[in-house]
């Protein structure tokens, strides 16, 4: 891939005329760039950061926050000089760039007086900023959704989703959250595609990532139409669903499966439960030699393999995956539903806010078994990473719970996305905050969830078939007054609009159908919703 580049002056300049201190106002992967007329050979300093304190950037940002100096001699004259920018490979698979770049929002300039000019040569990759936007009622809720579209433009420079800057690798539970917040916001397949096949070469440790290549694969398809590819991984996807890591009681095994060395596992080891990441955000989940959260995972896989046979016409395999989905759900409800709730395992009697959560969202739990399970779920707020508030947000808005997923999105507490925006970040965090994930960046698109929940579910736009020709518009706007609302297909942009709670306008390419409320509409038209949420 092609990356695109694009150069920025800082929007804000402060400090003295030996120190200055310079603010681009979003963070890019980027080379810092000065031009300056020197009177006299002399040396100065550079430096670039992610976090600033006081009109300086800090030196000593902590965990992988980028600080990054560098001493150049400025010649007598006229001088154009780039920071030589520098990533120190945190292990086997990081990626490279050329020219190499790192992230960061502030530079400053130590020890020159005389006039200078500072740019930030920001890299990036296939991003068109005029394909998706969204505005609304809640201008806050419009900052976390730019927010969210910025990380996926700057995080796209690496031609593949990677998990940011320090590991600078693909992993397949960063990349379920990528990749829909980047196809809200980008027609193009070519990064998914490039993903996909670099997790299919390097796997990843996790029993639940495993998992996620089957929905990864499911939407690619859905929001590209893109069959040839998806033929070519059916038997990938198949491997996915782990069905030969599943004991004779029905449940997930993953010790059943042979120890792997892929360079994505480190040291040869078994694929390993995770339920979320980091650990102190797993809400005291209790681990078992069997684990509710990952039987989820492979339930829910064996559904979508189900229907990706049913698309290629697999007969016999969606046979097998009905029937593997129908005794994995008999065996969790048997071994892990207690007086109505799921527990973390077989032998547990705790129930973490996952257990709550996943078997809600993919209908393991019984209809009149979720009013409870929700409210549960509900009293425990967001106990969960930046990763589990993606599924904690699909199950809300799953069960119309707009107003408490709305609530979720634009809370202002440590674990929020205004908290992050608090701190200075401008590409989603890895972590909530420093102090759950010491060693975390800021600029892991994972954090983005935001980003896809509002265009899929808040404003209701999901494909209902591969290559996104028929689509669902079912809003859920809470408390929004109106919105406003574009996003990209292969067949060109949707566009609907909220002019009043309850009163929509829908513009979509010809050819497109779209599906609200049991009806479908093939023309531009005005929609009308009664008790709107």
Same mark, same amino acid.
């Given at each position: 891939?092609?990356?695109?580049?694009?150069?920025?002056?800082?929007?804000?300049?402060?400090?003295?005329?030996?120190?200055?201190?310079?603010?681009?106002?979003?963070?890019?992967?980027?080379?810092?760039?000065?031009?300056?007329?020197?009177?006299?050979?002399?040396?100065?300093?550079?430096?670039?950061?992610?976090?600033?304190?006081?009109?300086?950037?800090?030196?000593?940002?902590?965990?992988?926050?980028?600080?990054?100096?560098?001493?150049?001699?400025?010649?007598?004259?006229?001088?154009?000089?780039?920071?030589?920018?520098?990533?120190?490979?945190?292990?086997?698979?990081?990626?490279?760039?050329?020219?190499?770049?790192?992230?960061?929002?502030?530079?400053?300039?130590?020890?020159?007086?005389?006039?200078?000019?500072?740019?930030?040569?920001?890299?990036?990759?296939?991003?068109?900023?005029?394909?998706?936007?969204?505005?609304?009622?809640?201008?806050?809720?419009?900052?976390?959704?730019?927010?969210?579209?910025?990380?996926?433009?700057?995080?796209?420079?690496?031609?593949?989703?990677?998990?940011?800057?320090?590991?600078?690798?693909?992993?397949?539970?960063?990349?379920?959250?990528?990749?829909?917040?980047?196809?809200?916001?980008?027609?193009?397949?070519?990064?998914?595609?490039?993903?996909?096949?670099?997790?299919?070469?390097?796997?990843?440790?996790?029993?639940?990532?495993?998992?996620?290549?089957?929905?990864?694969?499911?939407?690619?398809?859905?929001?590209?139409?893109?069959?040839?590819?998806?033929?070519?991984?059916?038997?990938?996807?198949?491997?996915?669903?782990?069905?030969?890591?599943?004991?004779?009681?029905?449940?997930?095994?993953?010790?059943?499966?042979?120890?792997?060395?892929?360079?994505?596992?480190?040291?040869?080891?078994?694929?390993?439960?995770?339920?979320?990441?980091?650990?102190?955000?797993?809400?005291?989940?209790?681990?078992?030699?069997?684990?509710?959260?990952?039987?989820?995972?492979?339930?829910?896989?064996?559904?979508?393999?189900?229907?990706?046979?049913?698309?290629?016409?697999?007969?016999?395999?969606?046979? #097998?995956?009905?029937? !593997?989905? %129908?005794?994995?759900?008999? *065996? +969790?409800?048997?071994? @892990?539903?207690?007086? &109505?709730?799921?527990?973390?395992?077989?032998?547990?009697?705790?129930?973490?806010?996952?257990?709550?959560?996943?078997?809600? #969202?993919?209908?393991? !739990?019984? %209809?009149?078994?979720?009013? *409870? +399970?929700?409210?549960? @779920?509900?009293?425990? &707020?967001?106990?969960?990473?930046?990763?589990?508030?993606?599924?904690?947000?699909?199950?809300?808005?799953?069960?119309?719970?707009?107003?408490?997923?709305?609530?979720?999105?634009?809370?202002?507490?440590?674990?929020?996305?205004?908290?992050?925006?608090?701190?200075?970040?401008?590409?989603?965090?890895?972590?909530?905050?420093?102090?759950?994930?010491?060693?975390?960046?800021?600029?892991?698109?994972?954090?983005?969830?935001?980003?896809?929940?509002?265009?899929?579910?808040?404003?209701?736009?999901?494909?209902?078939?591969?290559?996104?020709?028929?689509?669902?518009?079912?809003?859920?706007?809470?408390?929004?007054?109106?919105?406003?609302?574009?996003?990209?297909?292969?067949?060109?942009?949707?566009?609907?609009?909220?002019?009043?709670?309850?009163?929509?306008?829908?513009?979509?390419?010809?050819?497109?159908?779209?599906?609200?409320?049991?009806?479908?509409?093939?023309?531009?038209?005005?929609?009308?919703?009664?008790?709107?949420?």
């Amino acid at each position: 891939m092609k990356k695109k580049e694009a150069v920025f002056e800082p929007v804000r300049t402060a400090g003295s005329p030996e120190n200055r201190f310079y603010d681009f106002g979003k963070h890019y992967f980027a080379v810092l760039e000065i031009e300056a007329e020197s009177a006299s050979a002399q040396e100065i300093t550079l430096a670039v950061g992610d976090v600033q304190a006081d009109g300086h950037i800090l030196r000593n940002p902590g965990g992988s926050r980028i600080y990054q100096e560098q001493t150049v001699t400025l010649e007598p004259g006229y001088n154009r000089i780039a920071m030589r920018m520098s990533h120190p490979g945190y292990n086997q698979g990081t990626l490279t760039l050329e020219p190499e770049a790192v992230p960061f929002r502030y530079a400053e300039v130590r020890g020159f007086t005389g006039e200078i000019r500072v740019f930030q040569h920001a890299f990036y990759g296939t991003f068109d900023d005029d394909q998706s936007d969204f505005v609304s009622s809640s201008e806050e809720l419009d900052r976390i959704w730019n927010f969210c579209k910025h990380t996926m433009k700057a995080t796209s420079v690496f031609g593949i989703f990677v998990d940011g800057n320090r590991e600078r690798q693909a992993y397949e539970g960063d990349t379920y959250i990528n990749q829909l917040g980047y196809f809200v916001c980008m027609a193009d397949p070519e990064i998914a595609r490039n993903t996909i096949e670099r997790l299919i070469a390097y796997p990843t440790w996790p029993t639940e990532w495993c998992l996620s290549m089957v929905p990864i694969l499911y939407d690619y398809l859905f929001y590209t139409g893109d069959l040839e590819n998806f033929r070519r991984w059916y038997d990938t996807l198949k491997e996915k669903t782990l069905l030969n890591a599943v004991d004779p009681n029905g449940l997930l095994n993953t010790r059943l499966l042979p120890l792997s060395d892929a360079p994505g596992f480190g040291n040869r080891q078994y694929l390993t439960d995770i339920v979320d990441w980091p650990k102190g955000e797993q809400d005291g989940y209790e681990f078992g030699k069997y684990n509710l959260v990952p039987n989820c995972w492979q339930y829910m896989a064996f559904c979508r393999a189900a229907q990706s046979a049913a698309l290629l016409n697999r007969e016999g395999d969606v046979l #097998l995956f009905e029937k !593997a989905a %129908e005794r994995s759900r008999r *065996a +969790i409800r048997g071994t @892990m539903l207690k007086n &109505g709730f799921f527990t973390d395992n077989p032998e547990s009697e705790h129930s973490a806010l996952h257990s709550c959560l996943f078997p809600v #969202l993919w209908n393991v !739990a019984e %209809e009149s078994e979720k009013p *409870a +399970i929700l409210k549960r @779920m509900q009293s425990k &707020g967001m106990a969960c990473s930046v990763f589990g508030a993606q599924f904690l947000l699909e199950c809300c808005y799953e069960n119309r719970m707009a107003d408490y997923a709305l609530e979720r999105i634009l809370s202002r507490d440590l674990r929020s996305w205004n908290n992050m925006l608090q701190c200075g970040a401008t590409i989603t965090m890895e972590a909530w905050d420093d102090r759950f994930k010491p060693n975390q960046d800021w600029n892991h698109a994972w954090g983005a969830a935001p980003g896809n929940i509002i265009v899929r579910y808040l404003c209701g736009i999901r494909p209902l078939e591969a290559g996104f020709r028929k689509f669902l518009v079912d809003p859920q706007p809470a408390s929004l007054t109106h919105f406003k609302v574009k996003t990209p297909t292969p067949h060109g942009p949707i566009l609907l609009e909220m002019t009043s709670p309850g009163e929509y306008h829908l513009t979509m390419p010809e050819g497109m159908t779209a599906v609200f409320e049991g009806k479908a509409f093939s023309k531009p038209v005005r929609l009308i919703r009664r008790n709107d949420s």
